[in-house]
């Protein structure tokens, strides 16, 4: 029924539509993690609020799922 029906699903759609790259956070040398939600710039977040908005009311996703997604 859903296009995607889990948070990865949209997040991988998201890096993919949009061009944008994934953020890496060195935490010690050579050790590097993906960024968490609100270490991306703020036009960053928007762009993906904006995404799963567009999901939700075209109707590839659930409100569940549109309630609880998150950048990372």
Known sequence: ???H???RQIRAAFWNTTGQRR???ETRPGLYRLAMQNEYPA???AAFCD???HLHR???I???????VTLR
């Open 1 to 3: 029924m859903y296009t």
């Open 5 to 7: 029906t889990t948070q």
């Open 23 to 25: 953020k890496l956070i």
């Open 43 to 45: 036009d960053t977040r």
């Open 51 to 53: 995404f799963v908005d």
């Open 58 to 60: 075209s109707g590839e």
């Open 62 to 68: 659930s409100d569940a799922l549109a309630d609880r």
